[in-house]
């Protein structure tokens, strides 16, 4: 809802000489935000590619993924109709009563994303696997303890400045970088439901498709493409404990709980 709510606000507003950093801050602060809330209970999965990406490999048991995918689209469905309730009245003052879903008046991009005009569904299509990819790395190596061991109050800033990234510097002008399938997907039915029409699945030879199908893709990707290269070679801990004598200090706990009981045993009664 942060998300789409920061899109409509730019549209609305007109903000387009700012929107290329605006929205993207919104986004990375929308992810960070909702790790911090839901982090505790259920690990902070809000993206369904994230969640089959670690699932893949086994960092997630897969019965759960269900679960996890029904709380994140119905979540991201909720959370446009947020946005809708919102800025309706703004967008129809601005764009007029007869809602379009691309164009000058176009305003579907408010809630879900849509391919440049100028590059092929091909491009979409390699774009929302890199782009995911490089995002279930990072995840991945953020979240690993053997690696750079990031404490655990500061994973939701890091993976919101690694979304950040990633829309604003790498991958945000062929598609917007929607990174998340139930973020492009749940909106874009709603947008269906709510007047927007079925252009909105046939826009640009019909990419609806490329987020919901390639982010997917690319999680898994990411995901293995750092269990293989890295998180395989780690070395693996010794159990083998040599003997030793005990330290300096445990010497001298030692020697202070002998005296105290010595101590006990000559107290004569009275």
């Given at each position: 809802?942060?998300?789409?709510?920061a899109?409509?606000?730019?549209?609305?507003a007109?903000?387009?000489?700012?929107?290329?950093?605006?929205?993207?801050?919104?986004?990375g602060?929308?992810?960070?935000?909702?790790?911090?809330?839901?982090?505790?209970v259920?690990?902070g999965?809000?993206?369904?590619?994230?969640?089959?990406?670690l699932?893949?490999?086994c960092?997630?048991?897969?019965?759960?993924?269900f679960?996890?995918?029904?709380?994140?689209?119905?979540?991201?469905?909720?959370?446009a109709?947020?946005?809708y309730?919102?800025?309706?009245e703004?967008?129809?003052?601005?764009?007029?009563?007869?809602l379009?879903?691309?164009?000058?008046?176009?305003?579907?991009?408010?809630?879900?994303?849509?391919?440049?005009e100028n590059?092929?569904?091909?491009?979409?299509?390699?774009?929302?696997?890199?782009?995911?990819?490089f995002?279930?790395?990072?995840?991945?190596?953020?979240t690993?303890?053997?690696?750079?061991?990031?404490?655990?109050?500061?994973i939701?800033?890091a993976?919101?400045?690694?979304?950040?990234g990633l829309?604003?510097?790498?991958?945000?002008?062929?598609?917007?970088?929607?990174?998340n399938?139930?973020?492009?997907?749940a909106?874009?039915v709603?947008?269906a439901?709510?007047g927007?029409?079925?252009?909105?699945?046939?826009?640009?030879d019909?990419?609806?498709w490329?987020?919901l199908?390639?982010c997917?893709?690319g999680?898994?990707?990411?995901s293995w493409?750092?269990?293989?290269f890295?998180?395989?070679?780690?070395p693996?801990a010794?159990?083998?404990l040599?003997p030793?004598?005990p330290?300096?200090?445990?010497?001298?706990f030692?020697k202070?709980?002998?005296?105290?009981?010595?101590s006990?045993?000559?107290?004569?009664?009275?």
């Amino acid at each position: 809802s942060i998300g789409c709510s920061a899109n409509a606000f730019i549209c609305v507003a007109k903000e387009g000489n700012v929107s290329h950093a605006i929205a993207p801050w919104a986004w990375g602060m929308a992810v960070t935000a909702a790790i911090y809330v839901c982090g505790g209970v259920s690990g902070g999965h809000v993206n369904p590619a994230v969640t089959l990406g670690l699932a893949s490999v086994c960092k997630i048991k897969w019965y759960k993924i269900f679960h996890y995918f029904a709380a994140q689209y119905l979540g991201a469905f909720l959370g446009a109709a947020v946005t809708y309730g919102v800025y309706h009245e703004a967008i129809t003052n601005t764009f007029g009563a007869e809602l379009q879903t691309i164009g000058v008046n176009g305003t579907a991009g408010i809630f879900g994303t849509f391919s440049n005009e100028n590059i092929s569904t091909s491009t979409a299509v390699i774009d929302q696997i890199v782009a995911t990819a490089f995002f279930l790395l990072v995840i991945n190596a953020i979240t690993d303890e053997k690696n750079m061991a990031c404490p655990k109050g500061l994973i939701p800033i890091a993976i919101g400045i690694t979304d950040l990234g990633l829309l604003i510097f790498a991958f945000g002008y062929n598609c917007g970088a929607p990174i998340n399938p139930a973020r492009d997907f749940a909106p874009r039915v709603f947008t269906a439901l709510a007047g927007w029409g079925n252009e909105v699945f046939t826009a640009h030879d019909y990419y609806f498709w490329v987020p919901l199908v390639c982010c997917h893709i690319g999680g898994v990707l990411g995901s293995w493409i750092y269990r293989l290269f890295i998180e395989l070679h780690w070395p693996e801990a010794s159990y083998e404990l040599a003997p030793t004598q005990p330290d300096e200090s445990e010497q001298v706990f030692y020697k202070i709980i002998n005296a105290t009981r010595r101590s006990k045993s000559q107290v004569e009664p009275l």
